[in-house]
């Protein structure tokens, strides 16, 4: 059982930055799509970024320019900076890795972004 462990959010002001970090215990890491999704509430979660094994990266249009995702396999780790942070982009984050067939999640960690 894949487990995924985020961390990394808070509260920040409008235009701040913050980093969050998704530890996974999966074995083969490497092997794995990571993505990087939001929830605000109220809303559907959304896509944020993702990035393939390949390390090709994807990212949704509202994010474009200020989000960066990113991957160390040799510590089991994905990175999701947020810079120019705004606030609607207030939400719960998931991390998750992909691959055929199955999806897993984390327990999510809330930015919160004041204005």
């Known amino acids: 059982q894949v487990q995924l462990v985020e961390s990394g959010g808070g509260l920040v002001q409008a235009g701040g930055s913050l980093r969050l970090s998704c530890v996974a215990s999966?074995?083969?890491?490497?092997?794995?799509?990571m993505g990087w999704y939001r929830q605000a509430p109220g809303e559907q979660r959304e896509l944020v970024a993702r990035?393939?094994?390949?390390?090709?990266?994807n990212y949704a249009e509202s994010v474009k320019g200020r989000f960066t995702i990113s991957r160390d396999n040799s510590k089991n780790t994905g990175y999701l900076q947020m810079n120019s942070l705004k606030p609607e982009d207030t939400a719960v984050y998931y991390c998750?890795?992909?691959?055929?067939?199955?999806?897993?999640w984390g327990q999510g960690t809330q930015v919160t972004v004041s204005s």
């Open positions: 998750t890795l992909e691959t055929a067939g199955n999806k897993y």
């Open positions: 999966a074995n083969s890491f490497r092997n794995y799509a």
């Open positions: 990035i393939s094994v390949g390390g090709m990266t």
